[in-house]
T-cell receptor, first 113, second 112 residues
Framework: DGGITQSPKYLFRKEGQNVTLSCEQN?????MYWYRQDPGQGLRLIYY???????QKGDIAEGYSVSREKKESFPLTVTSAQKNPTAFYLC????????????FGSGTRLTVV | DAKTTQPPSMDCAEGRAANLPCNHS???????VYWYRQIHSQGPQYIIH???NNETNEMASLIITEDRKSSTLILPHATLRDTAVYYC?????????????FGEGTQLTVNP
């Protein structure tokens, strides 16, 4: 079945360490997105990419980095520069140029210990 | 993209229709209305979208007012599994730079 896979589901990180969250899709979607969600709040856009080897900052990109070397993959690195990284991270994908909605993964819950 | 206003919470009895309102008074002519829902600790799920006309699919109906300044998502026979946060979003169709912006949504609780 086509879909988006995020791994791992739960991730613990020591303060000061970088960590990379995986996002893979087999939907042949052009665009991919990373969102962050804090408890009781909506989703905030971190980064997005509409084509391989190109990506743009979202509303809260500081302390994060991404790459888009393959159409299927859009990993997110949470760096030590991110002051409050504990959150629920969601990856999504969509088809550029159409009105259809986004497909979301099941999320990764990151906790800094 | 235009901003939306939704009530923070609503309750509905199981088996009854759930009507979730959304105001988007600054919507532009080329902006669509999208609805998503998010069950606790899961990724959001697309429900339905529309431009001008009312829309219906297997999950829900979307009623858009004639002036397009507000809309209502209707779940015709709510079940306990419909308990979730429902997000109303307006945006231009997927073009370069267009992206979904989520507010805080409406927490719908379906009671037995």
């Amino acid at each position: 079945d086509g879909g988006i896979t995020q791994s791992p589901k739960y991730l613990f990180r020591k303060e000061g360490q970088n960590v990379t969250l995986s996002c893979e899709q087999n939907l042949n979607h052009d665009a991919m997105y990373w969102y962050r969600q804090d408890p009781g709040q909506g989703l905030r856009l971190i980064y997005y990419s509409q084509i391989v080897n190109d990506f743009q900052k979202g509303d809260i990109a500081e302390g994060y980095s991404v790459s888009r070397e393959k159409k299927e993959s859009f990993p997110l690195t949470v760096t030590s520069a991110q002051k409050n990284p504990t959150a629920f991270y969601l990856c999504a994908s969509s088809i550029v140029g159409q009105t259809y909605g986004y497909t979301f993964g099941s999320g990764t819950r990151l906790t800094v210990v | 993209d235009a901003k939306t206003t939704q009530p923070p919470s609503m309750d509905c009895a199981e088996g009854r229709a759930a009507n979730l309102p959304c105001n988007h008074s600054t919507i532009s002519g080329n902006e669509y209305v999208y609805w998503y829902r998010q069950i606790h600790s899961q990724g959001p799920q697309y429900i339905i979208h529309g431009l001008k006309n009312n829309e219906t699919n297997e999950m829900a109906s979307l009623i858009i007012t004639e002036d397009r300044k507000s809309s209502t998502l209707i779940l015709p026979h709510a079940t306990l599994r419909d308990t979730a946060v429902y997000y109303c979003i307006v945006r231009v169709a997927e073009t370069s730079g267009s992206r979904l912006t989520f507010g805080e949504g409406t927490q719908l609780t379906v009671n037995p």
